[in-house]
């Protein structure tokens, strides 16, 4: 047979559409041609499999036109995922192999020179649209993979993913009789223990943070601390994602498939971890968001399900913190280019720290330490942050210094788990009710699951009126009076749960 078709996919963003193999071998003068929307990577595959055919004792048909299309021709192809398929198409439409043992596969894997299988970006991904692809009364589909891309892949439970060490092994796997030796299915490694979380009961003092602290645990809320150097917020931070209940099974296989997209890849120590990503100050907006050709995920993609943690934040260029504003509100982001365009799911909590002003001290009441900072400058300072981006931040909390006799004098604060508990019974109250967390409400559903009486209505009112909130803002600080009652453990809203919600939305100090 002279012509083969082999099944594989690409990667476009999180999707993995599926590509087609179309080898073909004709008479006429030698060559080897590769069409399809090929990156230079995918058309570098001709070298690697010409050798890594030859290296593994089969016969390559030096003597052949072969022509290797990648269908659909307008869907870009990229990195050296298809040199697998490439390389068993041409052993198909050679005849050293039978074709028809190949339809039931799909194949990825880039080869090199003497036929080891490497391994593959996204292949959790691929395995989940091997997945989402499969008909009820289709015959199942076998996807196989490098052998530590296939680790990775075996996290979808639903697919059976085989791995391999390299290209006769999966050969050898596909000839007929006796001559085959089943490739088995790779199961998904056991969970490992990752490193231990910091404790909450090493911050001592900073009752008030750690309130805060909960009630962003309870809810999913955005938080920003406001304090001087030292003062303990990044380690309030650092602490957070332990209060967080664990993952479920959609959100760890969403989260470990973005992970496998950037370039470190996923980590199998972080499988239901809720991720903490961290970027420096002096991250760009498409750091943040993400972007490139083929597009990849941002920090706050790479940290969907978990924490992105921004230090110093005014300190981040504006076009970066303005760009939070959209995904904050929608948990996704769309990255459009003009050939193409790509979506990431975004779910983050946004947990941001800054100082008061350019030297630290602004409002600080610490023996020999005074803000040396004009108001101009505090205001400039200050005013990196924009009004709708503060807007959209439930939660915004001074820290305030601890002096150093009072620190020491402090005893150990409540240990993680202890807070933790509290959270996971008000995470299971929210979904009892609505289904999800309190800021993921809309404002349908916060007129449903939020109601207020006369008193707690007017109480609002006045409020918000007085401080000059926008509609936003009193939707916002409704969600967080809806955690907090939820932690007490109530049915209703009353004015003690929403005056605790106002004292989280208080100004900057010196604004």
């Not at 395995?127 to 989402?132: I, N």
């Not at 530590?148 to 979808?156: F, K, N, T, Y």
């Not at 760009?284 to 490139?292: D, N, T």
């Not at 975004?346 to 600080?364: T, Y």
């Amino acid at each position: 047979m002279s012509l083969a078709v082999i099944k594989s996919r690409a990667l476009d963003g999180l999707a993995a559409p599926p590509v087609q193999v179309e080898v073909h071998l004709a008479n006429g003068l030698p060559s080897f041609t590769l069409v399809g929307l090929a990156d230079t990577e995918v058309k570098e595959s001709r070298e690697r499999v010409r050798a890594a055919l030859t290296n593994s004792g089969f016969a390559f048909p030096h003597n052949k036109r072969i022509t290797v299309n990648l269908a659909p021709a307008d869907l870009p192809k990229e990195s050296g995922r298809f040199d697998l398929p490439i390389a068993l198409g041409i052993l198909a439409a050679d005849g050293q192999l039978d074709a028809a043992r190949l339809a039931a596969c799909e194949f990825a894997g880039e080869l090199s020179l003497a036929g080891a299988l490497r391994p593959v970006r996204g292949a959790l991904a691929l395995a989940l649209a091997v997945q989402r692809d499969a008909a009820g009364d289709a015959p199942p589909v076998t996807l196989v993979l490098p052998q530590a891309s296939a680790a990775e892949a075996a996290r979808a439970r639903q697919v059976r993913v085989c791995g391999a060490p390299d290209l006769l092994t999966v050969v050898r796997a596909l000839l007929p009789g006796d001559a085959a030796e089943a490739l088995p299915p790779t199961l998904p490694p056991p969970d490992a223990a990752g490193p231990a979380a910091p404790d909450l009961r090493d911050v001592r003092g900073q009752a008030a943070a750690k309130r805060a602290l909960e009630v962003a645990a309870a809810g999913f809320h955005a938080l920003l601390m406001v304090g001087p150097p030292g003062s303990g917020k990044s380690m309030l931070a650092q602490r957070l994602a332990g209060l967080l209940p664990p993952m479920g099974d959609d959100e760890a296989l969403a989260s470990a498939a973005l992970a496998g997209l950037a370039p470190g890849g996923f980590d199998p120590a972080s499988w239901r971890q809720r991720p903490l990503r961290a970027p420096h100050h002096s991250a760009s907006a498409v750091a943040l968001v993400g972007g490139g050709s083929p597009p990849r995920p941002g920090e706050i993609s790479l940290a969907h399900g978990g924490l992105l943690f921004l230090d110093e934040l005014p300190e981040f260029p504006r076009a970066a913190l303005e760009a939070l504003r959209e995904p904050l509100e929608t948990r996704r982001i769309t990255i459009a280019r003009a050939a193409r365009s790509a979506q990431f799911p975004a779910e983050f909590q946004l947990v941001a720290a800054m100082n008061p002003c350019p030297c630290g001290w602004l409002g600080a009441q610490v023996a020999g330490r005074a803000c040396r900072c004009t108001p101009e400058q505090v205001a400039r300072y200050q005013g990196k942050l924009s009004g709708p981006l503060l807007d959209r931040i439930d939660l915004q909390v001074e820290v305030a210094a601890v002096p150093p006799e009072a620190l020491l004098a402090q005893p150990e604060g409540e240990a993680t788990a202890a807070v933790a508990a509290r959270v996971a019974a008000a995470h299971a109250r929210q979904q009892a009710r609505q289904g999800c967390a309190n800021a993921h409400l809309d404002a349908a559903a916060l007129d449903r699951h939020a109601p207020l009486d006369a008193a707690a209505s007017r109480f609002l009112q006045q409020a918000a009126a007085r401080l000059g909130w926008s509609g936003r803002g009193v939707h916002r600080a409704l969600k967080v009076a809806r955690t907090i009652a939820d932690l007490a453990g109530a049915d209703a809203i009353t004015v003690a749960h929403l005056g605790e919600a106002m004292q989280y939305r208080r100004a900057l100090p010196g604004a």
